[in-house]
Nanobody, 116 residues
Framework: EVQLVESGGGLVQAGGSLRLSCAAS????????IGWFRQAPGKEREGVSS????????YYADSVKGRFTISSENAQNTVYLQMNSLKPEDTARYYC?????????WGQGTQVTVSS
């Protein structure tokens, strides 16, 4: 059974940093792309960043480029999202995602709140 468990969220002041973790299990980690999405109240879920575990290829949304860094620890089946220079508009629930051709898999999310 595929499981994704996020952790590391919290309350931080603008300009601060957080590191989110996504612990994955139930699938061959190296074969998949793991992504981070976020959803703020009243807004649609949006893609933030992703990494292809097999070769480390990464993607960043324009809104987080230069501030967020995604990485993977394949031996631990874990993906990290280092978030620096946080802004109030980064406030959202952050979700870890992977997918097959048949379906998406999501974690329960972790809340990030950035105060101004």
């Amino acid at each position: 059974e595929v499981q994704l468990v996020e952790s590391g969220g919290g309350l931080v002041q603008a300009g601060g940093s957080l590191r989110l973790s996504c612990a994955a299990s139930g699938f061959t980690f190296d074969d998949y792309t793991i992504g981070w999405f976020r959803q703020a109240p009243g807004k649609e879920r949006e893609g933030v960043s992703s990494i292809r575990a097999s070769d480390g290829n990464t993607y960043y949304a324009d809104s987080v480029k230069g501030r967020f860094t995604i990485s993977s620890e394949n031996a631990q089946n874990t993906v990290y999202l280092q978030m620096n220079s946080l802004k109030p508009e980064d406030t959202a629930r952050y979700y870890c995602n992977t997918h097959t051709i048949w379906r998406d898999y999501w974690g329960q999310g972790t809340q990030v709140t950035v105060s101004s």
